[in-house]
Every structure is written in structure tokens, then in C-alpha cells.
């Protein structure tokens, strides 16, 4: 060391200068807790960047007061040449798995049998979603964290101390945020699941993709991949998250429950998943499986099953381990999504939108209990960046309702027969040259005619959620379509009973309660029209919207970009898409012929509802009862109030009907206020808005078509 580097470590700092660095760290650590434990700031992103701007600035000018645990070291470690090998205090054991009912109440018998217990006593559990992550052990001693590893084999991990500390959510000190919680034990082995969240898991893949890297075969490689990461700053770039779920050795502090260690380690600072719940016998803890099976496809986190642990501690003594794994908890595992098969061909289908999407067609499989035969390539760029080819075998993933889709071939299982996928530039329907505009990854049919865009328009307009037209289904739109009786949606309104005649399976009844469910449609919403219309990026909420926004028709096609993007929710591409949209000349004629056709919109009365919910917002997701969640949210702008798509700390309310979608976990972390449909309600009628009134008003009743209205 250099004279001047010893001269400015004897240099004196001024204790106000000490004060404030010790303070900031304290507030800092506040907020962060605050921000990852409790999804609750109490300041803005900026002031706490201030707090954090400060810090550095101090720390910079008198770097002797850097500490270990001080927030500005989260990031700051030179590449390492290996991994450490670091034996856990007690075993990090993996648990046994059950596949269904009857495997988890005979986990439930074997352990009544080895207590001696009587087969009908009921045991209390713990159960928690299983996150499909990495485990990691967290050693704090004396409230700082000292040493982070992987589970390796159970006994001895791997040291990713420098990698776990790039985490947000891992405070780098244990604190008492709270009077009334209980004094942190001189040394805590904290076990928990580091995890990436599904949007970064597809931000990721997406950057590997586009760099010809393969891509990670789901999230918890991704986190692994990530834990292992020699530079740290690497790491950091990923924003893995955890969940803390139990505790190893601890020195200091006597547990008696596993419930008692989930409610304290978030006391002191240990981020817990918020839906542990604490069950009372083992059918309960089924219920909370099939529960958490319905939200698995809307949390924003991978799960793969449910954790289930006796909750008395001193029964986990008696009941002791077997070789490899634990006696008194178990995994209840779901049905799994991904899978391998093989790639048989691929064809290209024709969007609405003229849109052209490769689709394989597969060697048919069992994928979470549906059996999968065609999956999504997305777009040429895809299959192009996988180096996909007809032939392969490839990893194959399916949640819930969303269409299968391809994830990476398995290049290791190639024999040399694979087939180069062949992207067309002409539409494989109607021949017309492809286009595919700058930026856009997507190739696109322009003719307006092209048989299958015509299909696809006509079964959109005529769907429930915009003209709702009953009967009009597949089958109809494309003979329709075929024998020439309807080029654009606009002809339903000029057609005969005796054109439907014509129509396979059609008698003359069949053909008149269609062409009365066209007659039916002419009254309608201006929010359901704007949706029917199928402008590009302009869904049901979005229609609604632009609806109570212009009013009318003619100000919504007058519009400009600039009157668009100040709506919130417009960007500047939905915004041009619906300029667009209106300046076409064939739009154009169509929406004069619907008009022509005697489509009215139902107006407001003069006795409006009262704007009760001025100044309120509102989110819903679920299905509703006595709404769809269209007519709830036109009703709340009917109100006064305002709507949303998007779950932000910002918003009043979210509004939960059953199987609630990932809106719900992004309010329970914002500390949105939940409401259930009847609570819903129940505000409503506080305001003095009951159903009779909503009902009352004329008019209002053709604008909610749903259940509520049901006699």
C-alpha cells in the first residue's frame, strides 16, 4: 500500500459523516424490507434511488466505512475461478413425491402408524406451493449473512455467497423491524428456493434466442444456470427472487412449529411465500392442492406441486429421516407440462390479420393430462435462432389453457434425416406475396380476400364478446365464406332466410333462428362493435375504453395519434393501428354497410347513475357470478370510475371472482385491497347503487346482456 493510501486510512472521519452512513444503511435495509417482504413501500422509487445515490457518494469518498453488509455491496466481486465446497451444518435432504390422493393419505396412515396414533386423529400441516427453483441455504451468524450454498448432495453444497447476494430480496443482515418480534438467534441456517419469475425466464430466453444461444429449458435451469455463474455481475443481471420455507441448524432460538418459523423469518426481514397456509388434517391439505393446481397457470412463478409438513416440530424428532429423505413431509407433484416428442411436420396457418404462424404437428403426447398433437413455432425468426428441423425430437411445454408451443429441439437425438423448415413467402391460402414490415417479426398475408382471414374475421365479429351471433360458428362461417354469401361481416345484415337454406343441415328453421340471432345483434354496445370490428391490438377492455372515451363512432374514427396516446394504456402502436384501421377505404365501406344495416348503439338516458366511484379503480379477474367482467367494468365506468387491465399499486381495488388470474398474486404483492364479488356488491349498495336501481334505469338492461339481468 502506497503512503497516500495509509495517510487516508489514518485520516479522521467527522462522526457526523459516520452518523449518516449508519442511518442511511438503516434506511435503506427499512425500505427494502418494506419493497420485498412486505410488498408495501411507503416511498417512491426516486427518493429511495436518492437514499442509494447518497450512500455510494459517501462510501466512495471514504471508502474505510464499507462494510460487508452494506447495500452498496450486493454487486461488487471479481469473477471467481471455482465453487467452494461448503458441508451443511444438517442435511439438506429431498423430500418423496406423491402423485395423487391416495399416495398422500397413506403418507398420512404411515405416519399415525409410526406415532401410534389412532387412525381417525387428525395431524396438522403446513402447505405451501412447491417453486420449481433451486435450493439454497443461507447462513446468518450474529445477524449478518455469512456463507450462501447450494443443496449439492445433501451435505455438502456449493459456496454462491457473492451470487446470493446480487439477490434484492436476501437482506445481507437479519433485523427487528418490529418491537413484539423475537430476538434473532446468534446463528440461523435459513433453507429456501431461489426462483425466476416467468417474464424474466422469457426475457432471458428471449436475449439467448436472438444471440444463437440455447435457450434454457425452463426456469429453474434458468436459476440454476444463473446460481453457478462465476461473475456475479452476471447474476445480477437476471433478478432472481427466493422463497424462504424452513430452517436448518439454529443456535440461540427454539422453534415449536413450522407455522411459528414461517410467521417469524418475514419478522426478520425473510421473504415467505404469502399463500403458506396452516391446514388441519390431511383432506384439508388435498383441498389446498387442487386450489393451488386451478392458480398454478396465473402465479408468476413456476410451481410444480404442493409441500406438505407436519407442522409439530417435536413429532419431526420422533419421526426422524430415511436415507435420503425426511418422514414427516412430503411433495404432492401436479401433472407435469413438459415433455419430449417428435416433430412430424409443419404447416403454416393464416390469422385475422393476415398473420402467418407455424404450426408442428406432432407425434402425439400426454402433457399434463391432455394429449398435445400440433404446438406453436411462433414465427419464422424462432425456428430460424432454434435451429428447429422437421424430424426432431423436441422438448415440448403446455400450461393450462394456452396452446402448446415448441421450446428447443433436442439436437443430441439428430440421425442426419432432419428436414430444413421452410419458411413460405407466398400465403399457403391464397398465394398473395407475403410482407413483413421493419422491426415486426411477423410475415402477413395483405389480401383482404384471402379465404382464411375471411373465416377468421367473421368468426371473431360473431363471437359472444362482440356481436354475439348464436350459431354462427366454424363450420358456418366457412361455408358461408365458401358458397360466396359473405365476403365481409357486413353481409350478414342483406342475407335471406332462404341464402341460410343453403347451408349444409340447413331446414328452414335452423335458417330463421339464424337470421333472427343476426337481427338481434343490429342492437348492441359501441364498445362490443369497436371489439367486433377486429382492429389490430384492440381487445374487449381496450374497445371499452376508447367507448366511454369518444363516445361516438364518428370522434373515435377522427381521432388522431395524439388524441389516442393520451388515453393511459395506448402506446403508440395501439394508437396507429386504430389510425389505420379507420383511414382504409375497405373498412370504410364496411362500417358504412353495418351502419346501413341498421346496427344501432344503446344510448344513455338522461337519469344517469351517479358517479359514486369517482376518484376509485378497479381491476377484475375470475369469472363473476352476476357480471361478465365487460359488463363489470362498464358498469363501474358507468360509475364514475375508472378501470384497468393492469395490476399497479395505484389501483383501489381488485375485484377477485373464481380462478383468479395472475392479477391476483401481482395485488396480494402491491397490497392491492382484494374484494369479492359479493363485497363488490356490498359497495356498491353502501353508496346507495343496488341491483334494483341498475336494473331500473331504461336502457341499461340491453347494455348488460349477462346473468344479471336473468329473471
Known amino acids: 500500500m502506497d503512503e497516500v493510501k495509509k495517510d487516508e486510512l489514518r485520516r479522521e472521519i467527522p462522526p457526523e459523516i459516520v452518523d449518516r452512513v449508519k442511518k442511511l444503511r438503516e434506511e435503506i435495509e427499512y425500505h427494502n424490507y418494506r419493497y420485498y417482504v412486505l410488498d408495501s413501500p411507503v416511498i417512491s422509487d426516486a427518493e429511495y434511488d436518492a437514499l442509494m445515490r447518497?450512500?455510494?457518494?459517501?462510501?466512495?469518498?471514504?471508502?474505510?466505512?464499507?462494510?460487508?453488509?452494506?447495500?452498496?455491496q450486493r454487486v461488487g466481486f471479481k469473477p471467481a475461478e471455482g465453487f467452494k465446497e461448503v458441508p451443511h451444518q444438517e442435511p439438506m435432504l429431498s423430500l418423496d413425491d406423491a402423485m395423487n390422493e391416495e399416495e398422500v393419505r397413506e403418507f398420512d396412515k404411515r405416519i399415525k402408524r409410526f406415532l401410534n396414533l389412532p387412525e381417525d386423529m387428525p395431524i396438522e400441516y403446513t402447505v405451501e406451493p412447491k417453486i420449481d427453483g433451486v435450493a439454497v441455504e443461507l447462513v446468518f451468524e450474529n445477524s449478518l449473512l455469512t456463507v450462501a450454498s447450494t443443496r449439492g448432495d445433501g451435505y455438502v453444497g456449493?459456496?454462491?455467497?457473492?451470487?446470493?447476494?446480487?439477490?434484492?430480496?436476501?437482506?445481507?443482515?437479519?433485523?427487528?423491524?418490529?418491537?413484539?418480534?423475537?430476538?434473532?438467534?446468534?446463528?440461523?441456517?435459513?433453507r429456501g428456493e431461489?426462483?425466476?419469475?416467468?417474464?424474466?425466464?422469457?426475457?432471458?430466453?428471449?436475449?439467448?434466442?436472438?444471440?444463437?444461444?440455447?435457450?434454457?429449458?425452463?426456469?429453474?435451469?434458468?436459476?440454476?444456470?444463473?446460481?453457478?455463474?462465476?461473475?456475479?455481475?452476471?447474476?445480477?443481471k437476471r433478478r432472481l427472487d427466493i422463497f424462504c420455507y424452513g430452517i436448518g441448524y439454529v443456535e440461540g432460538y427454539s422453534f415449536g412449529t413450522q407455522w411459528e418459523i414461517l410467521q417469524t423469518l418475514p419478522k426478520w426481514g425473510l421473504k415467505v411465500n404469502p399463500l403458506v397456509k396452516l391446514v388441519s388434517n390431511i383432506e384439508e391439505a388435498i383441498s389446498y392442492h387442487h386450489?393451488?393446481?386451478?392458480?398454478?397457470?396465473?402465479?408468476?412463478?413456476?410451481?410444480?406441486?404442493?409441500?406438505?409438513?407436519?407442522?409439530?416440530?417435536?413429532?419431526?424428532?420422533?419421526?426422524?429421516?430415511?436415507?435420503?429423505?425426511?418422514?414427516?413431509?412430503?411433495?404432492?407433484k401436479f401433472l407435469p407440462t413438459q415433455t419430449t416428442t417428435l416433430l412430424k411436420d409443419v404447416v403454416f396457418q393464416v390469422g385475422r390479420t393476415g398473420a402467418v404462424t407455424p404450426v408442428a404437428i406432432l407425434e402425439p403426447v400426454k402433457i399434463g393430462g391432455v394429449v398435445v398433437e400440433r404446438a406453436t413455432l411462433h414465427n419464422e425468426d424462432f425456428i430460424k435462432n432454434l435451429d428447429i428441423k422437421i424430424g426432431d425430437y423436441v422438448l415440448v411445454q403446455r400450461a393450462g389453457d394456452v396452446i402448446p408451443e415448441i421450446?428447443?429441439?433436442?439436437?443430441?437425438?439428430?440421425?442426419?434425416?432432419?428436414?430444413?423448415?421452410?419458411?413460405?413467402?407466398?400465403?399457403?391460402?391464397?398465394?398473395?406475396?407475403?410482407?413483413?414490415?421493419?422491426?415486426?417479426?411477423?410475415?402477413?398475408?395483405?389480401?383482404?380476400?384471402?379465404?382464411?382471414?375471411g373465416v377468421r374475421r367473421l368468426l371473431h365479429f360473431a363471437s359472444r364478446n362482440a356481436m354475439n351471433i348464436e350459431g354462427l360458428g366454424d363450420k358456418v362461417a366457412k361455408e358461408l365464406i365458401d358458397k360466396e354469401l359473405?365476403?365481409?361481416?357486413?353481409?350478414?345484415?342483406?342475407?335471406?332466410?332462404?341464402?341460410?337454406?343453403?347451408?349444409?343441415?340447413?331446414?328452414?328453421?335452423k335458417a330463421k333462428n339464424l337470421w333472427q340471432a343476426i337481427q338481434k345483434s343490429k342492437k348492441t354496445t359501441l364498445g362490443k362493435f369497436i371489439y367486433a370490428l377486429g382492429i389490430r391490438h384492440v381487445g374487449e377492455a381496450m374497445a371499452q375504453i376508447l367507448a366511454e372515451k369518444f363516445k361516438s363512432l364518428e370522434k373515435l374514427k377522427g381521432a388522431t395519434m395524439a388524441d389516442l396516446i393520451s388515453i393511459p394504456g395506448v402506446g403508440e402502436e395501439v394508437a396507429r393501428s386504430i389510425v389505420e384501421f379507420f383511414k382504409d377505404k375497405e373498412n370504410e365501406r364496411m362500417i358504412e354497410r353495418l351502419l346501413s344495416a341498421g346496427i344501432t348503439f344503446v344510448e344513455k338516458e338522461e337519469e344517469e347513475l351517479p358517479k359514486i366511484l369517482e376518484g376509485l379503480s378497479f381491476v377484475f379477474t375470475g369469472a363473476l357470478d352476476n357480471f361478465t367482467r365487460e359488463e363489470a367494468k362498464a358498469l363501474v365506468l358507468k360509475l364514475g370510475g375508472k378501470v384497468s387491465d393492469t395490476v399497479t399499486r395505484n389501483v383501489s381495488y381488485i375485484v377477485v371472482g373464481k380462478e383468479p388470474g395472475s392479477k391476483y398474486q401481482k395485488a396480494l404483492a402491491y397490497g392491492v385491497k382484494t374484494l369479492s364479488e359479493a363485497e363488490f356488491l356490498e359497495l356498491l349498495k353502501e353508496k346507495g347503487i343496488t341491483l334494483e336501481k341498475i336494473k331500473s334505469i331504461k336502457g341499461e338492461k340491453q347494455e348488460f346482456s349477462g346473468p344479471l339481468f336473468q329473471k
Open 158 to 190: 456449493e459456496d454462491i455467497t457473492n451470487n446470493i447476494k446480487t439477490i434484492k430480496t436476501i437482506p445481507l443482515r437479519l433485523r427487528k423491524f418490529d418491537e413484539n418480534t423475537p430476538d434473532i438467534p446468534m446463528r440461523i441456517d435459513v
Open 407 to 453: 421450446v428447443m429441439p433436442i439436437k443430441e437425438r439428430r440421425t442426419g434425416q432432419e428436414k430444413e423448415i421452410f419458411f413460405p413467402r407466398h400465403c399457403p391460402i391464397c398465394g398473395t406475396s407475403l410482407v413483413k414490415k421493419p422491426g415486426e417479426a411477423i410475415w402477413r398475408c395483405p389480401n383482404k380476400g384471402c379465404y382464411a382471414q
Open 194 to 236: 431461489v426462483y425466476l419469475n416467468k417474464d424474466e425466464f422469457k426475457r432471458i430466453n428471449e436475449e439467448r434466442i436472438a444471440k444463437k444461444e440455447i435457450p434454457f429449458a425452463n426456469p429453474r435451469n434458468a436459476a440454476a444456470g444463473s446460481l453457478r455463474q462465476l461473475d456475479p455481475q452476471i447474476t445480477a
Open 54 to 72: 447518497e450512500l455510494k457518494e459517501l462510501e466512495a469518498k471514504y471508502p474505510e466505512l464499507i462494510t460487508p453488509d452494506s447495500p452498496t
Open 291 to 332: 386450489q393451488i393446481e386451478a392458480l398454478r397457470d396465473s402465479l408468476p412463478y413456476e410451481i410444480d406441486g404442493v409441500v406438505i409438513k407436519v407442522n409439530d416440530l417435536s413429532l419431526w424428532e420422533k419421526l426422524g429421516t430415511k436415507a435420503r429423505s425426511p418422514r414427516y413431509a412430503i411433495a404432492y
Open 486 to 509: 359473405v365476403q365481409d361481416p357486413s353481409d350478414l345484415y342483406f342475407l335471406k332466410v332462404e341464402d341460410f337454406m343453403k347451408l349444409s343441415g340447413f331446414a328452414y328453421k
